[in-house]
């Protein structure tokens, strides 16, 4: 099995080259954006759940969720990283007005021009819910409106807590994070079943291939120039 981090740059500049991988990832509040960004980075790392639990868990994006302790029956909260205002994605299309909707559209618009060019455009959804939230469509459109015609090509859409969906077309990419919620929890002194740590490990081993393949059909797309959406914004 070929290695995520083989395709990641080297480079951590913030300016954009050819070589950097920019990948704008939209979402509802609620999809699981920080929970698969963090997922990611651990599965550059580790190809196996064995060897996460050995070593030190990777966190991007600090976060929270919470999970019934079997034994105990209790509802405990997981922390993930150290909470900060500066390390957060931004949540678009949550009920707070359209006023709102159009200031976190033209902040995600302002951040995205600094850069000179998209890899890909990735959408997350949610497998079991049958259509985009009234405010999320609006952003949705919003964004794609100010973007060239041409990064309709740079799209891939993403569907989180997709364990048992098999529907996957070649712009479409499933993913389920057990096992790195698992992790978080077993740094926290959680204990598992060996049954579900089987499960996890075989979630880890799933996902480590589709973020290859993701990677691997992101890096086959022409880059998605900004400064095209730049022109189409200007005019």
């Known amino acids: 099995m070929s290695s995520v981090k083989q395709y990641i740059p080297r480079s951590s500049s913030y300016a954009s080259s050819q070589s950097d991988i920019n990948i704008l990832m939209l979402g509802e509040t609620g999809v699981g954006k920080s929970t698969f960004i963090n997922a990611f980075a651990n599965y550059i790392i580790y190809n196996t759940l ?54 976190d559209c033209d902040h995600i618009l302002a951040y995205v021009n600094q850069y000179e060019h998209l890899n890909s455009i990735c959408i997350l959804l949610k497998p079991n819910h049958e259509r985009l939230t009234i405010n999320f469509r609006f952003c949705f459109k919003e964004i794609l409106t100010h973007l060239h015609i041409n990064a309709k090509d740079n799209l891939m859409f993403i569907f989180t807590n997709g364990r048992g969906t098999f529907y996957r077309p070649d712009h479409t990419f499933i993913f389920d994070n057990e096992a790195f919620r ?42 998605h120039a900004i400064r095209d959406s730049l022109s189409i914004n200007a005019a």
């Open 182 to 223: 698992y992790l978080a929890t077993y740094k926290n002194g959680i204990k598992f079943s060996t049954e579900e740590i089987t499960n996890f490990s075989k979630s880890l081993e799933i996902s480590v291939k589709e973020f290859t393949r993701l990677i691997e059909r992101i890096l086959k797309c022409e880059l």
């Open 50 to 103: 064995n060897e996460a639990i050995k070593s030190e868990m990777q966190v991007l994006i600090p976060s929270t969720f919470h999970i019934t302790d079997s034994h105990t029956e209790e509802i405990k909260k997981i922390l993930i990283g150290t909470p900060s205002d500066d390390e957060r994605c931004e949540e678009i299309g949550q009920l707070k007005g359209l006023t709102q909707d159009v200031k």
